[in-house]
């Protein structure tokens, strides 16, 4: 059975890269009808965040992904773990890991190094210098193993190394990459397990993935050069090497890495501004794999049908951000009004706006088909809930009219509206009443429209005035008019 992973850091929110490794890898194991686990890798406590696995977690749930196996969270947003090959969070591994470098160190596939952080520094500095690759100078290496057991029993600080063969190459055979071949002599004698007894990513994620039986390994390309120790790792251990995939990097549109100073990197930024889930996963399937034709539009559902691992593209994926706000737009659209007036409901609550008064459907229903954001709805329809509107008397002058202009029309549109009747105060019988009326006065469109919208929204863009007085209702309309004949 295909069995696929998502194995983050809990060092900070859960960034869109991240999101995408993670859609890739549920979406691979959903169209095989296989299982998606969540898998914690901890072992760098110094950079652990407080928050960031229920963060993680938090998300991949609100982007539509039923996490089967792994770490999760109940009803009451506690952390649970769930399957049969836990604990699925590394720092609670560590015999194992433990364990299994014994093993190493037994085979002699690995070897204690007690070399000072001063040493190794002067080491790299000393290959930079020359021109030379990087990496650790073996010089541990070749110590006696009963020798280098006694020091380190003795307590002399220590790390373990693996013994990476010397001569030959490492092929990796990479689900996006293809054949990709390393030179073994290239390749440092990587830590396994460090002086405070933590495993490094390279041990660890072989023992998890081994144990928790994956088949498939999907993670982004910076982890390709790793890759041929892991495999080596797996050859020491006899263990079945799972399938390689590995993703290109996401940048901004300068062809950047995508990172915080460039601004919004975090699922949870978007969450705050407003994009809905439907349109950030549909976007982020997107930066690195099509379906091979025109289609756009997909739902998590019909993802789960369509990914194909060998559409997945190597070159580097352009997050375009006018391109997912026109998916935002378009799913923004595409919702029941009903739904919609749901979502952006928390949004109203956290501008401290009263909504209980109000039908929101209504409200909402002004800029579903202009706003790309639920921020943008929530912000642009505002003006429905002010007591006091703020704006210059000058934007109530339609054109090349005048102030003067402005006044009497607003009034005359005032006594008129006054005489409508609350039963008939709905958009579909004042716009064809209203338009009638102008004409019968010989009045241009603007001359009358203008000034109103102006009065009811206080904004030079807006919906139209019949939508707004539909809204606003009769008495804050009239109230609204009366106030800007008054500015005048």
């Known amino acids: 059975m295909t069995k696929t992973r998502f194995a983050p850091s809990p060092t900070g929110f859960l960034h869109v890269g991240g999101l995408r490794t993670a859609l890739y890898a549920y979406l691979l194991a959903r169209k095989e009808s296989g299982i998606f686990a ?18 993680i977690i938090s998300s991949l749930k609100w982007a539509g992904m039923h996490i089967d ?6 009803e009451n947003n506690l952390i649970i773990q769930k399957g049969n090959c836990g604990p699925y969070i590394q720092s609670q591994r560590l015999e194992m890991y433990h364990t299994y ?14 070399c000072t952080k001063d040493r190794l520094e002067e080491v790299r500095n000393c290959q930079q210098t020359n021109k030379l690759p990087t990496g650790y ?20 600080t220590h790390v373990i190394r693996m013994k990476m063969p010397k001569t030959g190459f490492t092929a990796v055979d990479d689900l996006v990459r293809g054949h990709v071949e390393f030179k073994n002599e290239l ?30 390994v999907i993670r982004g390309e910076e982890w390709l050069p790793s890759t041929p120790k892991h495999i080596k790792l797996y050859e020491m251990f006899g263990w079945e090497k799972p399938k390689f995939a590995h993703l290109s990097l996401m940048v901004n549109e300068q062809k950047q890495k995508l990172s915080k100073r460039h601004g919004s990197v975090s699922v949870q930024d978007f969450v705050e501004k407003g994009y809905v889930p439907e349109a950030l996963i549909n976007f982020i399937a997107f930066l690195g794999w099509n379906p091979g034709d025109e289609r756009e539009i997909f739902s998590l559902q019909e993802l789960e049908q369509e990914f194909d691992m060998t559409k997945v593209s190597k070159a580097a994926a352009v997050f375009n951000l006018e391109k997912l706000n026109w998916y935002n737009k378009h799913y923004i659209m595409n919702l029941s009004i009903q739904e919609l007036a749901k979502r952006c409901e928390p949004f109203y609550l956290n501008s401290g706006i009263d909504i209980r ?9 002004l800029e579903q088909g202009r706003a790309s954001t639920l921020v943008e709805i929530v ?6 809930f002010a007591e006091h509107l703020e704006y210059e008397p000058e934007l109530l002058v339609w054109k090349k009219s005048t102030a003067e202009d402005a006044k009497e029309k607003l009034s005359l549109i005032l006594e008129f509206l006054k005489n409508k009747p609350e039963g008939e105060w ?23 429209l203008w000034p109103t919208r102006v009065a009811l929204s206080g904004l030079k863009n807006s919906p139209g005035p019949f939508e707004l007085m539909s809204v606003l209702g009769k008495e804050k309309t009239i109230r609204r008019i009366l106030t800007a004949i008054n500015y005048i």
């Open 38 to 55: 969540l898998r914690i890798e901890d072992t760098d406590q110094e950079r652990f965040v407080e928050g960031g696995i229920e963060n």
């Open 69 to 74: 196996e792994g770490v999760d969270l109940d």
């Open 101 to 114: 470098t014994t093993q190493l160190l037994e085979q002699q596939d690995a070897y204690y190094c007690f």
């Open 137 to 156: 100078d073996g010089r541990c290496r070749e110590i006696d193993p009963a020798e280098a057991q006694k020091r380190a029993m003795a307590g002399e």
């Open 187 to 216: 390749i440092d004698d990587q830590v396994l397990l460090k002086a405070d007894g933590f495993p490094t990513y390279h041990l660890a994620v072989v023992v998890d993935d081994h144990f928790m039986e994956f088949t498939h």
């Open 357 to 365: 008064a109000h039908d929101l459907t209504k409200i909402v229903a």
């Open 379 to 384: 912000e642009h329809t505002g003006f429905v």
């Open 426 to 448: 709905a958009k579909e019988i004042l716009e064809p009443t209203v338009i009638e009326w102008i004409a019968s006065k010989d009045f241009g469109n603007g001359d009358i």
